[in-house]
């Protein structure tokens, strides 16, 4: 098998133009070159596999002959062949394959295919948020939703999930909550979050109190309330432009801070440290993968036993795919959800992933539900969504997780976490990318990598130099966190900083809105740290990944879905923005802050240019939203009751009335 090489080739033996693209940095972030027919057969002999091949020309039919299949392409399971034939070699020419490369999205991800939508009818239950506010003269203490328990001279405030602690410290080996440690004497305030992340929390500090919550939106209040005025960060924003989210240990507002996991703040003597607890895992060469699957299996257990009713969101993708086998193994039993695209967007696309579960839950024996994400319900679920989260995300799988816990039952299960601790399509870019060209910054790299807008900060900010540079160094920053080689670096990235900064609240805000309790078994702490232990070549290989699971599972799934490429969540974003209304597409906000080019937001309320730069136009819409709706917004909003009686059934964040929720506990020097 060869080290590095281009999975997108352009097959040409034109040198005038494999000189024009593999000089373009383009190029290089679609890990595509030039290679001519004699080049690419070698390479296929040695047993690579290419994602698209693109022809130039009338060249390489051999080739092309030998990588053909009469399966159906949409299938997933092999190259795809392109094919252009440019007037002339040139930077349009260029230009084409490019253009070419980045449309394997929405149509290649749909196939012909329709049937009836059917989804359970929602009936939404605002969920429970975690408060704490510290006078941080007196010590007084106003909470609501954490259990609050005396241990020794330190009073703990735990969320449900955690009430086994001790000490703050032990949040290093804790899942899916968040503390808060008063220690009179010492007259100090530590707070955390479970050591993955899978729950988020954020705070902020005002004259003599210190607030900690998982709503940001009630941070934002009782800042304004005790007078504090909230200010964007715009280093902030060129991560949510360039990554797709903003990262763990910032917010967009220079006030508050989204905690960063693998870790715990203490606050004293008036100020905030952060204490780091993240220990590299020593790999151990004789580690057997059978150890993991064991660590899997006992995940899964546990969740099976805990309700009767489970659902599972299936993609068909094989993270998704193996927790629905084995959630539908040894007795156990579990229907999957999917997503369906409504009537309009299916007769003109296709079918997308709902194909692929359909298969998995014919070899499991079960049902599959199709959960409506219609043009019309996608813009009310981007809405639903931007008044709940923490943070603007421009990633689209948010707005569907929204969807399908709208229509979800009590306990649900997803395969996140295989992408992470196994593959991640980062390492191949970023690897690739420094194969080609070391002198390039890695760290900016794996900012480029993330396929969103890092390319395009100049366009988008007035400041856009300086913040290309910021984000540079801040990737750069994230690399030297973390030990070893360049691919067990990504692969701690990809572990500890996206999931705890927005994976895992694509599942958490829905499921504290309806009431459910969500799971990641493949994300568990003991699969981390028996994924880390082993040697990075069991679960990597460029470009195979996810090496690991496919040992331990791939006999189990159906060949389709074990032989199936990787895709993701793919929406056909230009129908939805085409769909909005038109009040959503004026970026008021965005023009108030200062920090975009006017010129940008002028030429984007044009139809016609939106149509051409849809992910930025989308990026655009959500953010100015998120801004919108945290101006002097109330803190809790709230609908209808929902029938889920998961750990989250209290009172939360929803979309339309205003309500206070519970009614806070006052300690009055209790601690």
């Known amino acids: 098998m060869p080290e590095i090489y281009p999975l997108n080739p352009v097959i040409t033996s034109n040198a005038a133009f494999a000189s024009l693209y593999d000089g373009h940095p383009r190029s290089r972030y679609l890990v595509s070159e030039c290679l001519t027919p004699s080049e690419a057969a070698k390479l296929l002999d040695e047993g690579a596999t290419f994602s ?62 329709y049937s009836e939508v059917r989804v359970n009818e929602p009936s939404p239950l605002h969920g429970a948020s975690v408060f704490f506010q510290i006078d941080l003269e007196t010590f ?47 007259r100090t305030v530590s707070f955390g979050r479970d050591f993955l992340g899978h729950f988020p929390l954020s705070y902020g500090c005002a004259k003599r109190r210190l607030y900690v919550s998982d709503s940001f939106r009630r941070i934002c209040d009782a800042l304004r309330d005790a007078g504090v005025a909230l200010t964007l960060s715009e280093e902030a924003l060129a991560l949510y432009f360039s990554y797709g989210f903003v990262p763990q240990g910032l917010s967009t507002f220079r006030e508050i801070v989204n905690c960063e996991a693998t ?29 993991l699957g064991e660590a899997i299996e006992r995940e899964v257990a546990k969740y099976a036993a805990q309700a009767p009713e489970i659902d599972v969101w299936c993609s068909g993708g094989l993270d998704s795919s193996i927790m629905a086998v084995r959630f539908n193994s040894e007795g156990r039993r579990a229907e999957l959800l999917t997503l369906a695209y409504g009537k309009d967007i299916h007769e003109q696309f296709g079918d997308g992933e709902r194909r692929f579960a359909r298969i998995v839950a014919r070899a499991c024996g079960t049902r599959v539900r199709e959960v409506d994400l219609s043009a019309r319900k996608f813009e009310e679920i981007h809405e639903t969504s931007i008044l709940n989260h923490d943070t603007p995300v421009i990633d689209w799988p948010v707005p ?97 900083e996206k999931p705890a900064s927005m994976i895992f609240a694509q599942s958490y805000f829905p499921s504290r809105l309806y009431g459910l309790t969500i799971r990641h078994p493949m ?50 974003l230009r129908h939805y923005m085409q769909k909005f209304s038109r009040p959503k597409l004026d970026f008021d906000a965005l023009a108030a802050t200062g920090m975009i080019r006017p010129k940008l937001l002028d030429e984007l309320r044009d139809p016609r240019v939106r149509g051409e730069g849809v992910m930025l136009s989308y990026a655009l819409v959500t953010l100015n939203l998120w801004l919108n709706q945290r101006k002097d917004t109330p803190s809790v909003r709230s609908q209808a009751s929902h029938r889920g009686r998961g750990e989250h059934s209290r009172g939360g964040i929803a979309a339309r009335t205003a309500s206070t929720g519970a009614e806070p506990q006052r300690e009055l020097n209790s601690t």
Do not use: C
Request: no cysteine; aromatic share 10%; charged share 25%.
């Open 140 to 186: 007084e203490v106003v909470q609501e939703g954490f259990l609050r328990r005396q241990v020794g001279n330190k009073t703990l405030y735990t969320s449900s999930g955690l009430a086994h602690l001790d000490r703050i410290e032990q949040l290093a080996d804790s899942e899916y909550g968040q503390a808060v440690e008063v220690d009179r004497d010492a």
């Open 263 to 291: 870790g715990f703040y203490t606050w004293s003597k008036g100020s905030v440290r952060r204490t780091r607890q993240f220990e590299p895992v020593e790999v151990d060469e004789n580690a057997p993968v059978q150890d």
């Open 400 to 496: 569907p997780k929204y969807a399908l816990a709208e229509a979800s039952r009590p306990l649900v299960i997803t395969g996140e976490g295989g992408d992470n601790f196994f593959g991640g399509p980062k390492n191949v870019k970023v690897l690739y990318g420094h194969d080609r060209d070391p002198s390039i910054s890695p760290g900016w790299l794996y900012a480029v990598a993330h396929e969103r807008l890092a390319s395009k900060l100049r366009l988008i900010f007035k400041k856009g130099d300086e913040l290309t540079d910021y984000v540079r160094g801040y990737g750069e920053k994230l690399l030297a966190a973390y030990p070893g080689s360049l691919l067990r670096k990504l692969f701690y990235l990809n572990s500890l």
């Open 523 to 572: 994300a568990a702490l003991d699969v981390y740290r028996q994924a880390f232990r082993l040697a990075d070549r069991k679960k990597f290989v460029y470009p195979a990944n996810k090496i690991a699971l496919m040992e331990l599972y791939g006999a189990q799934l159906p060949e389709s879905i074990a032989r199936r490429s990787k895709s993701g969540t793919v929406l056909p």
């Open 52 to 113: 698209t091949v693109v022809f130039l020309g009338g060249e390489g039919e051999e080739l092309a002959g030998r990588l053909a299949s009469d399966e159906d392409p949409q299938a997933q399971k092999f190259a795809r062949l392109e094919r252009v034939d440019p007037p002339a070699i040139d930077e349009e020419a260029v230009k084409q394959v490019h253009r070419l490369l980045n449309s394997h999205g929405a149509r290649a991800f749909f196939q012909n295919l």
